[in-house]
């Protein structure tokens, strides 16, 4: 293998797809994608219900743990990102969210020109092949990605979406239209019932590309940099440490961790801490690690006797047995569901005009010990800080361990949020429709009640949503990584394309708008690239 290509990208996650796809389309790139983990040829990546296996693999995922979050009563919190083809759209919910198109003004209005709602819908729309018949004034039937409804949502799943309406929450059949606000069944990342992950939808059909080269089980160490140009990377694959060049540029999607992470590694970032990690400094760059933001999620779980949700008991033991013959029949059954099958978004009396919080119901009985499965029925509502205040940050300690630190709850409103949100949860619970189910609440427990309890329950049980971003932050302020472009701030020949270049968190789940990330960036590069190719002739 040569070890010289034009670009390279570090990182096959969401964004990292999607630009070995657009980059290698033109047959005079030499592409080059590089992954750490390993392939995604596994059946509990690809089957829906496989999903709840994977965020504690220690196969396929990168199990990090937080740094000792100071207002969750110093615990550590459980931080997993995939470690596959496909990174982390390979291990989560399938959930297509793209956010408020407010989020993407505000990034705008940050210092981002050309990020705002109208200059980044088309490139949702590009990548997006909706099955849904929704409108197409805001979705696109074209593009590689599926998105698709529930093969098969459980009933109780349906349920809520109608108490929610009992509540005074408005139904949203399509949150990726006209309104986020409202509650209802979540679109999907599916192909005929099957988990399609940004892998499966953008590099795997083009692998017949003689210019395009994917690798596993790479890990890149390093950066290289002659004076301030970066001209490629240094690797490690299977014991054996080497060289890739790129003649034009290297791009890392390696996600809101990883990014910063090979970033600090190489030298970039705050002078300071390079020195005191032990690291020469290369190119200072205060806001590598910083501004790091996610979404802290607060459980209220259901034991019940109704067979009707997802559990294991002897009553669901027909539908255990029967779920691989179901789903390999007609993508039917318990094996289709992404647990999280409904949801949405709602303003708590916090909220100015726009959600607060997010929804995600859970059809079945989360534990209340955290186990993995748990014996019996039931169901659960996460309910999450939509707009968070609170900032955190990534730092690299002398032995080379990534410091992750939240800074959950810094900022009281953050708390305040939450605690409205869980009284908003048990409202739709409440409800006279869920009465022949209903069951005991084990967590947070009938016996909290005030704000004060709810409260001291977030800070022992919370926990994050999987959404870290901001790391690398985009603007043009002193904190800022990368430019609107792009492009590392003082570096040639180097960008980041992926959750870390978020200014702020977006209002939902971060896989769409990774892959319209990616899809941006692509767009950047092949227009630079025209560019000097005019000049030159």
């Given at each position: 293998m040569s070890g010289d290509f034009d670009y390279i990208i570090v990182g096959a996650g969401s964004a990292g797809c999607v630009l070995a796809n657009r980059l290698s389309a033109n047959p005079a790139n030499r592409v080059c994608l590089i992954e750490a983990g390993r392939h995604d040829n596994n059946v509990r990546i690809h089957t829906p219900a496989g999903t709840i296996t994977l965020y504690k693999s220690k196969t396929y995922s990168w199990n990090f743990l937080s740094a000792p979050q100071k207002a969750l009563n110093n615990r550590r919190l459980h931080t997993p990102r995939g470690k596959m083809l496909g990174g982390s759209s390979s291990m989560n919910s399938m959930i297509y969210i793209r956010g408020h198109a407010s989020d993407y003004d505000r990034w705008a209005a940050a210092g981002c020109p050309g990020w705002d709602w109208q200059s980044v819908l088309p490139y949702f729309k590009k990548s997006e092949r909706n099955l849904l018949g929704q409108s197409t004034a805001y979705h696109g039937s074209n593009g590689e990605l599926h998105v698709d409804q529930p093969r098969d949502p459980n009933p109780v799943s349906r349920l809520f979406v109608k108490a929610a309406e009992q509540v005074g929450l408005r139904r949203n059949d399509d949150f990726n239209g006209a309104e986020l606000e409202g509650c209802g069944l979540y679109n999907v990342t599916q192909k005929d019932g099957k988990r399609l992950s940004s892998y499966r939808a953008f590099v795997q059909p083009v692998l017949n590309r003689p210019n395009l080269t994917v690798m596993t089980d790479c890990a890149v160490t390093s950066l290289a940099l002659e004076g301030k140009r970066v001209t490629g990377v240094n690797i490690t694959r299977a014991g054996v440490a080497q060289r890739l060049v790129a003649q034009r540029e290297v791009i890392l999607a390696a996600g809101s961790l990883g990014s910063p992470q090979l970033l600090l590694a190489s030298g970039i970032g705050p002078e300071d801490e390079l020195k005191q990690a032990g690291i020469r400094p290369l190119h200072h760059l205060p806001g590598v690690g910083k501004n790091l933001q996610d979404h802290l999620d607060g459980l209220i779980t259901i034991r019940s006797k109704s067979a009707s949700t997802l559990g294991f008991s002897l009553g669901a033991l027909p539908s255990l047995l029967s779920a691989p013959w179901r789903y390999l029949r007609g993508r039917k059954g318990w094996l289709t569901t992404n647990y999280v099958e409904a949801g949405g978004f709602a303003c708590t009396p916090l909220a100015d005009t726009l959600?607060?919080?997010?929804?995600?119901?859970?059809?079945?009985?989360?534990?209340?010990?955290?186990?993995?499965?748990?014996?019996?029925?039931?169901?659960?509502?996460?309910?999450?800080?939509?707009?968070?205040?609170?900032?955190?940050?990534?730092?690299?300690?002398?032995?080379?361990?990534?410091?992750i630190d939240f800074n959950f709850l810094a900022e009281p409103e953050d708390a305040k949020v939450l605690v409205e949100g869980l009284k908003l949860a048990r409202k739709v619970l409440a409800d006279p429709l869920f009465a022949?189910?209903?069951?005991?609440?084990?967590?947070?427990?009938?016996?909290?009640?005030?704000?004060?309890?709810?409260?001291a329950y977030i800070r022992e049980n919370a926990a994050t949503v999987f959404h870290p971003v901001g790391t690398c932050k985009m603007g043009q302020d002193p904190l800022s990584v990368v430019g609107p472009d792009l492009c590392v701030h003082g570096l040639e020949g180097l960008r980041v394309a992926d959750a870390s270049i978020m200014p702020t968190l977006v209002s939902g789940n971060t896989n769409a708008p990774c892959i319209m990330i990616g899809e941006r960036a692509a767009d950047f590069i092949l227009g630079v690239t025209a560019f000097e190719e005019m000049k030159r002739a």
């Amino acid at each position: 293998m040569s070890g010289d290509f034009d670009y390279i990208i570090v990182g096959a996650g969401s964004a990292g797809c999607v630009l070995a796809n657009r980059l290698s389309a033109n047959p005079a790139n030499r592409v080059c994608l590089i992954e750490a983990g390993r392939h995604d040829n596994n059946v509990r990546i690809h089957t829906p219900a496989g999903t709840i296996t994977l965020y504690k693999s220690k196969t396929y995922s990168w199990n990090f743990l937080s740094a000792p979050q100071k207002a969750l009563n110093n615990r550590r919190l459980h931080t997993p990102r995939g470690k596959m083809l496909g990174g982390s759209s390979s291990m989560n919910s399938m959930i297509y969210i793209r956010g408020h198109a407010s989020d993407y003004d505000r990034w705008a209005a940050a210092g981002c020109p050309g990020w705002d709602w109208q200059s980044v819908l088309p490139y949702f729309k590009k990548s997006e092949r909706n099955l849904l018949g929704q409108s197409t004034a805001y979705h696109g039937s074209n593009g590689e990605l599926h998105v698709d409804q529930p093969r098969d949502p459980n009933p109780v799943s349906r349920l809520f979406v109608k108490a929610a309406e009992q509540v005074g929450l408005r139904r949203n059949d399509d949150f990726n239209g006209a309104e986020l606000e409202g509650c209802g069944l979540y679109n999907v990342t599916q192909k005929d019932g099957k988990r399609l992950s940004s892998y499966r939808a953008f590099v795997q059909p083009v692998l017949n590309r003689p210019n395009l080269t994917v690798m596993t089980d790479c890990a890149v160490t390093s950066l290289a940099l002659e004076g301030k140009r970066v001209t490629g990377v240094n690797i490690t694959r299977a014991g054996v440490a080497q060289r890739l060049v790129a003649q034009r540029e290297v791009i890392l999607a390696a996600g809101s961790l990883g990014s910063p992470q090979l970033l600090l590694a190489s030298g970039i970032g705050p002078e300071d801490e390079l020195k005191q990690a032990g690291i020469r400094p290369l190119h200072h760059l205060p806001g590598v690690g910083k501004n790091l933001q996610d979404h802290l999620d607060g459980l209220i779980t259901i034991r019940s006797k109704s067979a009707s949700t997802l559990g294991f008991s002897l009553g669901a033991l027909p539908s255990l047995l029967s779920a691989p013959w179901r789903y390999l029949r007609g993508r039917k059954g318990w094996l289709t569901t992404n647990y999280v099958e409904a949801g949405g978004f709602a303003c708590t009396p916090l909220a100015d005009t726009l959600p607060d919080v997010q929804f995600h119901f859970v059809p079945g009985y989360r534990s209340h010990r955290g186990r993995l499965f748990e014996w019996g029925h039931g169901y659960a509502v996460h309910t999450c800080v939509l707009r968070p205040k609170s900032i955190g940050e990534l730092r690299l300690q002398a032995n080379g361990e990534l410091v992750i630190d939240f800074n959950f709850l810094a900022e009281p409103e953050d708390a305040k949020v939450l605690v409205e949100g869980l009284k908003l949860a048990r409202k739709v619970l409440a409800d006279p429709l869920f009465a022949p189910i209903r069951g005991t609440e084990m967590l947070p427990g009938e016996q909290v009640q005030t704000d004060e309890q709810l409260l001291a329950y977030i800070r022992e049980n919370a926990a994050t949503v999987f959404h870290p971003v901001g790391t690398c932050k985009m603007g043009q302020d002193p904190l800022s990584v990368v430019g609107p472009d792009l492009c590392v701030h003082g570096l040639e020949g180097l960008r980041v394309a992926d959750a870390s270049i978020m200014p702020t968190l977006v209002s939902g789940n971060t896989n769409a708008p990774c892959i319209m990330i990616g899809e941006r960036a692509a767009d950047f590069i092949l227009g630079v690239t025209a560019f000097e190719e005019m000049k030159r002739a």
